[in-house]
């Protein structure tokens, strides 16, 4: 399965985003899909997933009633709408796919395949 991310761009604080991520060669409903983020100089982290075995959604607390995880069935993707956008968000931001337990599911260890990143850049 290939997975390719786009949607990121340039935008002022307070601003909306919205990142998409396709797949090739398989499909997402047989996995949970995860968005992660990298800051330069930092670790990569999670931000938010859909889980394939009850289609809830998990969030990072730091991003809680600011970004939403959607999917769209007909597309074949897995969205993630981001508002009220702070500089502390800037980061490259990379799709995941796999199939980890619940309790793991916001461990990057638990996923195995992931998209190229998209850069989102938050100015202040």
């Known amino acids: 399965v290939q997975l390719q991310a786009c949607g990121g761009g340039l935008v002022q604080a307070g601003g909306s985003l919205r990142l998409s991520c396709g797949a090739s060669g398989g499909t997402f409903s047989t996995y949970s899909v995860a968005w992660f983020r990298q800051a330069p100089g930092k670790e990569r982290e999670f931000v938010a997933a859909?889980?394939?075995?009850?289609?809830?959604?998990y969030y990072d607390d730091s991003v809680k009633g600011r970004f939403a995880i959607s999917r769209d069935k007909a597309k074949n993707t897995v969205d993630l709408q981001m508002n009220s956008l702070k500089p502390g968000d800037t980061a490259v931001y990379f799709c995941a796919a796999g199939r980890p337990i619940i309790s793991t599911i916001t461990s990057s260890s638990a996923y195995y395949y992931w998209g190229q990143g998209t850069q989102v850049t938050v100015s202040s």
């Open positions: 859909s889980a394939l075995q009850n289609m809830r959604s």
